[in-house]
């Protein structure tokens, strides 16, 4: 066991799963994986369960009921992780969006830090800190990711470049802080209120640049209404934030388990 945890949620992932979990564990820096897998009927679950055998201290399943979603899928990982001494926490996508080669790049930014910027609590791997990284997407799905992005920046005033990437690090007392309050969103909304919440509250954010490639296995998960929850959230979150003080709770506070709403949400 190291103290890294890869969380990855899936849902009919079977076309990827096998070769994310093998990439992962090829790196030269040690990670551990849990697969969160909300029923998917095509058996991703079952390949998870035949790879512990290969990986037994490595590989973990956390199994849910049905398509709860991507916010629901991340909050039972991390509540899994922190229960079990884990210090930094990554989210990333099974389809291989996400390079797993700059996992290593993220945990340096917040265990190591660089002569010009220190120890990160969150690490941000980010599309559009250097220009636009973005393979294989379509103009128009270019224009309306960046769009968000300056939109949540206009509404928010949070100086990310990208902060609606699902490409993450969270250092461990991060989440003991954010999850001592409910998370609202459970879709694309989601990850601009992880990051804007941490920076409320203070923590040091960093963006690392990555190239996004979009997947060429399996179905994207992305639909208008988890952008529209996203559009309609930011201004929900904003003025929301208005009426919150951004005081960390005491640390035996209990955490929360999911989003609120979370049943009748769409998964991502």
């Not at 559009?128 to 509404?155: D, E, T």
Request: charged share 20%.
């Amino acid at each position: 066991m190291t103290d890294r945890l890869v969380i990855i949620p899936t849902f009919n992932e079977i076309e990827n799963i096998e070769a994310i979990i093998r990439r992962v564990f090829s790196l030269t820096t040690p990670f551990d994986l849990l697969i969160v897998d909300d029923g998917s009927p095509d058996g991703t679950a079952l390949v998870v369960k035949t790879l512990q055998a290969e990986f037994p201290d490595q590989l973990h399943l956390l199994e849910r009921r049905g398509k709860l979603g991507l916010g629901t899928a991340y909050i039972a990982g991390f509540n899994w992780a922190l229960a079990r001494g884990y210090e930094y926490l990554f989210e990333m996508d099974a389809d291989f969006s996400h390079n797993p080669d700059d996992l290593i790049r993220l945990y340096r930014a917040c265990a190591e830090g660089t002569p010009d910027a220190p120890r990160a609590d969150v690490a941000v791997g980010s599309r559009y800190i250097k220009g636009v990284n973005v393979v294989n997407w379509p103009i128009g799905r270019v224009l309306m990711s960046y769009g968000a992005g300056v939109y949540v920046r206009f509404i928010t005033g949070m100086p990310i470049m990208d902060p609606t990437a699902g490409f993450v690090c969270y250092r461990a007392h991060v989440l003991r802080v954010l999850l001592q309050n409910p998370i609202k969103f459970v879709g694309y909304a989601f990850q601009i209120e992880m990051k804007f919440t941490c920076w409320k509250y203070g923590f040091h954010l960093t963006e690392v640049p990555i190239i996004f490639t979009d997947r060429t296995r399996g179905e994207s998960k992305m639909s208008s209404k988890i952008f529209k929850e996203a559009i309609l959230g930011v201004l929900q979150m904003k003025l929301g934030s208005f009426f919150r003080h951004y005081i960390p709770l005491p640390q035996n506070a209990a955490p929360v388990t999911a989003p609120v709403g979370a049943a009748a949400a769409e998964a991502v």
